[in-house]
């Protein structure tokens, strides 16, 4: 197995794997992302997301996706895993082991103050995966999202509301 940071040139591989990615998670109905935008968000004039790919041989198996966040009481910036996917043939094998890691990898090299992801919590598996490496659940914290049209409709908000 190998894991590389993402290129250009794979682009069209991971809008297929996001695609994948987003039907595992019965999400499909919420993807809009275009080569044209992932392309800008990864390799832009001013990156906001990295890619990492894994294959085995000249199998694509699968990728993860992260990027910088911040911690105000550490003070140190940490990485966001958005993404972590690994093709169904090629589960059981060590990729998402490796791909995590890999990620990892790159959070203690840059002196990260952590690393931190979400998962679905009916994705039992991920949960076990993720927990028999060492990490744990947040339970304190809930997660919050302004969707596109929330976003729009807070700027008509008054800010003494």
């Not at 990728?63 to 911040?70: D, E, I, M, T, V």
Request: proline share 4%; net charge negative.
């Amino acid at each position: 197995m190998t894991i590389d940071a993402a290129t250009p040139a794979d682009i069209p591989t991971l809008l297929t794997l996001i695609g994948e990615l987003a039907e595992f998670e019965r999400l499909a109905h919420e993807v809009v992302v275009t080569a044209a935008g992932l392309e800008e968000a990864l390799f832009g004039p001013r990156p906001v997301v990295e890619a990492a790919v894994a294959r085995v041989g000249t199998d694509v198996a699968g990728f993860a996706l992260y990027f910088r966040s911040f911690s105000t009481f550490v003070g140190r910036e940490g990485l966001f895993l958005e993404d972590l996917y690994v093709r169904p043939a090629f589960r059981g094998q060590g990729v998402g082991r490796g791909l995590l890691a890999h990620v990892a990898r790159i959070a203690a090299a840059r002196g990260c103050g952590r690393m931190e992801w979400s998962v679905l919590n009916w994705n039992r598996r991920a949960v076990g995966f993720y927990e028999a490496l060492g990490a744990r659940p947040v339970n304190e914290w809930t997660t919050y999202r302004l969707d596109r049209a929330a976003l729009e409709a807070i700027q008509h908000t008054p800010s003494d509301a």
